[in-house]
């Protein structure tokens, strides 16, 4: 199953406010919901990166990464541990954003496009502090546009204005002309020249690029993923639709592929049609799961037809829980 969109208005949500209005908007959503979040150094999205080694704890099957197993510790005691390192004193924050034709789809409050601007803020605001720096990759339909790395609240600010202003593809005419989609695989690598101090990468997108039609496969994106794990702590925030995982039983609509502008005409009122839909669209979303997981990249969902900041607040407490375990029962065995 390719990228899908039911070709429907969706509701406009933040795209009928001025740009700057909708900047303020979205930056008083921020301060306020997740207020309780930006306390502390470097201990919102992810445990901070690190470079400086303060001891090690018994390894974790599922959340460890192997790469960071202390052999000598291991080899001493017989049981596996992993190394761990304090947070770095400033971060590098890079962040490759998908602006494909695929994310201008929306059918809920907000659309793919605009949820992803939520969370480039998101991460933006969290990782803001004294010597902190952000920079960003921007993957359109034309190509990657780069933001290079600069501290500051005008910095952010500016690359959100950027971002809310960008304008859209247009869509397609419905002809076959099958042009080449923004290789996000590519882009990965891109951002892999530019980050060249250990830090943190957070990669927005619906990840449909580059996966097989066979659901064993790799995906195309995953060995340049895989080299960014190798070197920075990843975040990859899925961005979804609703109307990407079922369909609505509304009689005849027509599916459009965004980026190829392929159309054609389903009958909604098919029970067993919709239902083969679902399964997949689960089994695609799956795919892109697992292949994440595989990467060793955190994996945060956000959905446009659910409170996104309530997601990342989850997400982050459970980060916060799983950096603060290792201290505790240090401290218990103490």
Known sequence: MRRAAVASQADPGLADLAPGERLRRLELTVTRRLDGLLQGQHRGLLPGPGSEIAGSREYRPGEDEVRRMDWAVTARTGVPHVREVDADRELTTWLLVDASPSMEFGTAELDKRE????????????????????GAQVLGPSGLRRFPARGGRTHLLSLLRTLLAAPRSGGHDGADHSPQPPDLGAALAATQRVATRRGLVVVVSDFLDGLPERHDEAAGWEPALRRLTARHQVLAVEITDPRELELPDVGLITLVDPETGRRREVWTGD???????????????????RALRRCGAAHLPLRTDRDWTADIVRHVHAQRRLAAAPAAAREGAA
Do not use: M
């Open 115 to 134: 949820l992803s601007v939520a969370a480039v803020a998101a991460v933006g605001f969290l990782t803001a502090g004294a010597g902190n720096r952000l």
């Open 271 to 289: 029970a067993v049609l919709r239902r083969r839909y679902t399964d997949a669209a689960v089994a695609q979303r799956d795919q892109v799961r």
